[in-house]
């Protein structure tokens, strides 16, 4: 299986273009861009109110199916709500990615209706995040196994048993920002990536890799082998 499998948008936030497909971001607040853990990366500001959007549409609406978010990012301040990535607005919220000031820890909230009263969350055990150091933050909600899930830094997965599914919403999908509520990502943050699957332990290995980052022409050119298919293969002779 390759990486970009039900890819949906990968953003190398070297600029405003979706490297993958033709989801392209609006800069709003004029951010700028620096270099970052790959080739370069979007430097948001929290007092100019910085982040990047997209109107709601088909390849970023979820539902109740497998997805898959990712980023890296690497704060300047905390010390309030930082979103990451999150397809939200001032009427409800589908999912979220982001650090939750309340716990000091990363966090992946998703929806289950429209309205605030319907979510459910899972925080990372990783530990409290320390500015001015990268993370690899990966999320994902598995339909068929009733969970939520983060990890950061290849690290240990947490899960929340989540059976009631997640909804489609109408609202906008985010990069760094919910304006609605007067929050903002201050930092960095690169190499965003959306899936409508759920990646395998290989894969975010893979992604991770060994903390340097993988860019887009690497992720496409790279292709997991279920360990079963091997197996087999090499049972009937046809690998040697």
């Known amino acids: 299986m390759a990486l970009t499998d039900n890819l949906q948008a990968f953003w190398e936030l070297d600029n405003l273009n979706d490297a993958h497909s033709t989801n392209t971001l609006t ?66 919220l589908e999912f979220e990615l982001r650090y939750f000031d309340a716990s000091t820890l990363f966090q992946f909230r998703v929806s289950s209706a429209n309205g605030f009263a319907n979510l459910t969350d899972v925080l990372s055990t990783f530990g409290v995040p320390a500015t001015a150091t990268w993370y690899f933050v990966v999320a994902w909600h598995d339909s068929v196994a009733n969970t939520l899930n983060i990890q950061i830094n290849n690290g240990t997965v947490d899960s929340a048993a989540y059976s009631v ?20 990502w201050d930092g960095l943050i690169d190499q965003v990536g959306v899936w409508k699957r759920v990646l395998t332990t290989q894969e975010r290995t893979d992604l991770y890799n060994g903390g340097a980052g993988m860019s887009y022409a690497a992720m496409a ?18 690998i040697v």
Do not use: H
């Open 165 to 184: 599914g997640s909804y489609d919403s109408a609202a906008p999908f985010r990069i760094g920002g919910y304006p609605d509520y007067g929050q903002y």
């Open 27 to 92: 800069n709003n607040g004029s951010a700028t861009f620096v270099a970052g853990k790959v080739g370069n990366c979007v430097d948001l500001e929290q007092d100019s109110s910085q982040y990047l959007s997209i109107a709601d549409n088909a390849a970023l609406s979820m539902g109740n199916i497998d997805f898959t978010v990712c980023a890296w990012v690497r704060a300047e301040s905390f010390g309030f709500n930082r979103p990451i990535v999150g397809k939200n607005d001032s009427d409800d």
């Open 221 to 238: 050119a790279t292709t997991t082998i279920a360990v079963s298919n091997l197996t087999d293969s090499l049972a009937g002779g046809e």
